[in-house]
């Protein structure tokens, strides 16, 4: 008999907000602003306004019922719930082998926090699962009005990237006696770099 081979968990969905509060993410975006900005005050104002640039459209973008990431998320929240699901029942203590809960009963050692018995945390997770499994099955991803798949959330990002370059740039020491023209071609490359960090696949207008 073959082996089933255990369930693949590759979640579809990527908090942008999350990413950005992570060190590695905003690591990157403030490499990036360097590159373009020297005043550290304005790095920061930079900083924080592309955050709320990102998290602006993504909230906007998982908001969209068109979007395949929002398929993807109703997908997800599915099987989170078949996964809470899956575990009550394993920890159920009907279904817990007993070799193995003879060793671990001996190997627990409770926190300060903790039930005083693995038996009594095993209670507990149970009943923190199933509130959780209550709390996700009353609530739905929403499906708002319909707009244009993508572009809507794309176009604003980019404005938003745009009028927070241009508005920091003028009183940047890096662009002083910097041509309009020349502001401008950085300021394209600083939108697609951000871009390229927020969402690969968003690709800004030549004529920006």
Do not use: W
């Not at 907000?17 to 992570?22: P, R, T, Y």
């Not at 926090?113 to 009594?120: K, Q, R, Y």
């Not at 709390?135 to 745009?162: H, M, Q, W, Y």
């Amino acid at each position: 008999m073959t082996k089933p081979k255990p369930r693949v968990v590759k979640p579809h969905t990527r908090n942008i907000a999350v990413s950005f509060a992570a060190s590695n993410m905003q690591a990157d975006v403030l490499g990036v602003i360097k590159e373009y900005f020297e005043d550290l005050p304005t790095v920061k104002d930079v900083l924080e306004q592309v955050c709320d640039a990102a998290t602006k459209y993504e909230l906007a973008v998982s908001g969209n019922p068109d979007r395949k990431n929002t398929q993807e998320q109703r997908h997800d929240r599915h099987e989170l719930v078949e996964t809470l699901k899956e575990l009550r029942i394993r920890l159920d203590p009907l279904h817990l082998p007993q070799p193995l809960m003879s060793s671990a009963r001996l190997a627990y050692s409770p926190t300060s926090s903790g039930a005083p018995t693995l038996d009594g945390e095993i209670g507990f997770l149970l009943g923190k699962i199933e509130e959780m499994l209550q709390l996700f099955n009353s609530v739905d991803i929403p499906t708002p009005a319909k707009t244009n798949p993508g572009k809507p959330e794309r176009d604003t990002l980019i404005n938003d990237l745009v009028l927070t370059f241009e508005s920091m740039a003028s009183s940047d020491i890096s662009y002083a006696g910097s041509t309009p023209e020349e502001v401008m071609g950085e300021c394209r490359e600083f939108v697609q770099n951000i871009c390229n960090l927020i969402d690969p696949d968003i690709k800004i207008p030549r004529n920006l």
